[in-house]
């Protein structure tokens, strides 16, 4: 499968690595053009583009860049083809990515993706923590494989997408529609906490919406105070640990 990845962060280049391991296709791109990716990065035949060529003839386009920077993209990701699948790693958090209206009154953050944009997507991979996904993947069939909720209102991206995230060394849970796609915000109970498939559908049932924001805002600050300058993420072992305490 031919797949565009934009975004190099933490989350992109375990996608890169993993997606690559598994036999695809990749072009990379990032906000600062090719000369700027890591070759490190690029294993298993992956290749550094620009963010034009990288969503160009491909079957899946990857976002995995800060949501604040969705819409700086929009234009660009409105020559994608209706066939294309497009899945969001994205989270909103307004510490980072300023006040956004919609979202704060109540407004799925996937949805408001779909709106800046103007073309259906999946959401997946936003759910587990960059460690976690880095250094806890595992083959299908292993115990305690870590599984992550997948939202779309499209058959096939919940298809493909379901299909990507087992690749990527994961389980993938139905979560039902882009509508419902809230339930694995962050603040949810399936928010980086590291659970696994049976395990899964309770926790999006146990989301209260009205309680996220608070609960984010929570751990944001524990993870602010404990860190320091606001920029090392929280290590594979705390950050679940931490949010399974404030989120369930």
Not at 7 to 12: C, E, N, S, W, Y
Not at 160 to 166: D, G, P
Not at 195 to 221: C, G, H, M, Q, Y
Request: aromatic share 4%.
């Amino acid at each position: 499968m031919k797949i565009g990845i934009l975004g190099t962060g933490h989350i992109g280049k375990t996608l890169v690595r993993t997606l690559g391991a598994a036999g695809h296709d990749l072009k990379v791109a990032n906000s600062r053009g090719p000369d700027t990716i890591d070759a490190d990065m690029l294993t298993n035949g992956a290749r550094a583009v620009t963010a034009e060529d990288a969503i160009a003839d491909v079957d899946v386009v990857i976002l995995s860049i800060p949501l604040s920077r969705i819409p700086d993209a929009a234009a660009m990701l409105a020559a994608i083809p209706d066939e294309t699948v497009v899945i969001d790693t994205s989270n909103y958090y307004p510490q980072r990515d300023g006040v956004i209206d919609a979202i704060e009154a109540g407004q799925p953050e996937s949805l408001w993706v779909v709106e800046q944009i103007g073309h259906p997507i999946a959401k997946a991979w936003n759910a587990i923590g960059s460690a976690s996904f880095a250094e806890k993947g595992k083959a299908a069939g292993e115990p305690d494989r870590i599984a992550i909720p997948v939202a779309a209102d499209r058959e096939e991206d919940l298809r493909v997408t379901m299909a990507l995230v087992e690749e990527s060394g994961l389980d993938a849970v139905d979560a039902g529609s882009l509508a419902e796609s809230w339930r694995q915000q962050p603040g949810a109970p399936v928010y980086c906490t590291d659970l696994t498939r049976d395990e899964i559908p309770s926790a999006l049932a146990a989301a209260e919406k009205a309680r996220l924001p608070k609960r984010r805002d929570l751990a944001v600050a524990v993870i602010t105070e404990r860190m320091g300058d606001g920029t090392t993420n929280p290590d594979a072992e705390y950050l679940p640990r931490l949010n399974r305490a404030i989120y369930q």
